[in-house]
Structures are given as C-alpha cells and as structure tokens.
C-alpha cells in the first residue's frame, strides 16, 4: 500500500515503510528536493512522513515524558539540571516560519529546573529518552564514551542532542549517501563526522542504532558488526520491517557478530511493526 504526500510542488508518493523499496525512493526525494528545503529542514513533508520524525500522538510523549521526569527528580546537581535542560528543550535549528512556534509545547518540569519552562517536540523528548536509556543500560554517562558512532543519524537531531548535553567525545555518522546530505545540512556547523563507509573499532566506543540497524538488509549487517566488535552497543529494533525478522537476528546472531552478551527489554508504548525492543550489550 503507497501513502500519497502533497507539498508545495504537487503530490508525492512513498512506498510503505513495509517495502523494501522505501529507502531507494526516500533517497532519490532527497536529492531532488533537498536544495529547496535546506533552510526549512523541519517544514519539509518528507522529514514529517519518514522515520526520523512523528506527529503528536500522545501516548508515546507522555511516556517519554513521564520516564524523563522521574529520572531528572534524581538529578541533585544544579548544573546537572541545566545541562539537561539544554539538551531537551527543541533548538531553532531546522526550523522557519514559524515552525518552532508550532510544534513546541511548553513543559514545566519542576524537577528539572524550579520555575523554568521547557519547550520540548517529538524530536527533543526521544532524544532525551533515548540517551537516558542507554546511560541506564550501560551504568555510564555518554560523556564518559571517547567515540559515539551512530547507525542511521536520521535527521542529524541525536547528535544534536548529545552536542547539547556537553558531549566532547567524537561524533560520526554511518549512513546512506543521500541521508548523510540531509543530517549535513541540519548539523552544519557542528562536531559530527560522516560516513557511508562502515566505521571501524576504536576502544571506548559506543554504538548507538534507533531503528536503524534492524532496517540493514541481513546480508550486510555482519560487516558492519564484526567491524565494530568490542564496542558497547544500544540498539532499538522493531520485531518486522521491510519483511526482516529482526527478532530472529538479534536473539540468535547479534551476540555471536559482536562477541557480546546482549540483554534485551521490551518497550511496552512502541506497538508498530510488531513491537519494539531495547538492547544494550557490552563490548568485551
């Protein structure tokens, strides 16, 4: 099944997220229209339709909120607050007219910062909750990591975030040509290296794949995990897509390409393509 799109240049069409014919489209709509929405990053209809972004919907905010809030409520340290803060409350960046204005919605996280408010989006809250995460899987604060490698950066807003946060470890970005020109032009002007060339091992990396790694075709998920084998890893895989059983591969072969031994969690508010699962494992 297509889902039609329409934007200021007619309408548009995209396989379903389904079809494995999704990501060649995607990239050819990037470099078609990428020159004319450089400036507008997050007004463009294709940032909205694909995976790098959702609409309000609710249920899945107020987890993230509600996980995010309970764990600030911990948080002792002024300065600790303020960092996260700056992490989770949505940048400019991306945004014009009047886009910022209309997809923030102000919080007032009194556990975070008394009398402050936050203007948090879809995007600012998964980040957020994505890094707080793997800092509880791991035991670890992200900026205890020399090197993050980030499979399938999407719109480049993750590393924004961890940027945010006072990361000073480097930052790279493994992706497809054509999504690396889209997370380039949303970055620009930040610390962030980018590669379609699968990154190598260094110590004290961690590997950081949203949704990413599990929409690899099988055949070239090995490569890139034995490349990276001794890193610490956390992923977030949905059970089906594009046809891949993705529960047989990182139950079965994951810990074996990496030489770990990953543990895994449900993530009870993520229901589409058959459910989601954290997994975090420690490089050895």
Same mark, same amino acid.
């Given at each position: 099944? #297509?889902?039609?799109?329409? !934007? !200021?240049?007619?309408?548009?069409?995209?396989? $379903?997220? +389904? /079809?494995? *014919?999704?990501?060649?489209? @995607? $990239?050819? @709509?990037? /470099? #078609?229209?990428?020159?004319?929405?450089? /400036?507008? %990053?997050? %007004?463009?209809? %294709?940032?909205?339709?694909?995976l790098f972004w959702y609409p309000w919907c609710g249920a899945i905010e107020v987890n993230y909120l509600t996980e995010l809030l309970e764990h600030y409520s911990h948080v002792i340290s002024e300065d600790e607050r303020w960092r996260l803060y700056k992490g989770l409350t949505e940048p400019r960046r991306g945004h014009a007219d009047g886009s910022w204005d209309q997809i923030v919605v102000p919080v007032y996280p009194r556990s975070l910062i008394d009398n402050a408010i936050v203007y948090v989006s879809p995007w600012s809250l998964k980040c957020a909750h994505h890094i707080m995460k793997a800092e509880q899987f791991s035991g670890r604060d992200l900026r205890s990591y020399d090197h993050v490698v980030e499979i399938g950066g999407g719109l480049g807003d993750l590393a924004r975030y961890c940027r945010d946060i006072e990361y000073t470890g480097s930052y790279t970005i493994f992706d497809l040509p054509s999504s690396l020109k889209l997370s380039r032009a949303y970055l620009e002007g930040l610390d962030v290296e980018f590669t379609s060339d699968v990154p190598q091992w260094k110590p004290n990396t961690l590997v950081i794949a949203t949704w990413s790694l599990s929409e690899v075709p099988p055949g070239n998920r090995p490569e890139i995990c034995e490349a990276l084998k001794g890193s610490d890893?956390? @992923?977030?895989? +949905? *059970?089906?897509?594009?046809?891949?059983?993705? @529960? !047989?591969?990182? %139950?079965? +072969?994951?810990?074996?390409l990496t030489n770990t031994r990953p543990v895994f969690a449900p993530i009870p508010f993520h229901q589409f393509q058959g459910g989601s699962s954290y997994l975090f494992a420690k490089g050895r």
């Open positions: 099944m #297509e889902l039609e799109i329409y !934007d !200021d240049h007619g309408p548009r069409s995209l396989p $379903s997220d +389904q /079809d494995p *014919a999704f990501w060649p489209e @995607v $990239s050819k @709509v990037i /470099d #078609e229209q990428l020159p004319f929405y450089k /400036d507008k %990053l997050k %007004l463009w209809w %294709l940032v909205h339709r694909i890893w956390f @992923v977030i895989f +949905q *059970a089906y897509v594009f046809g891949y059983n993705n @529960v !047989d591969f990182f %139950l079965r +072969q994951f810990g074996g």
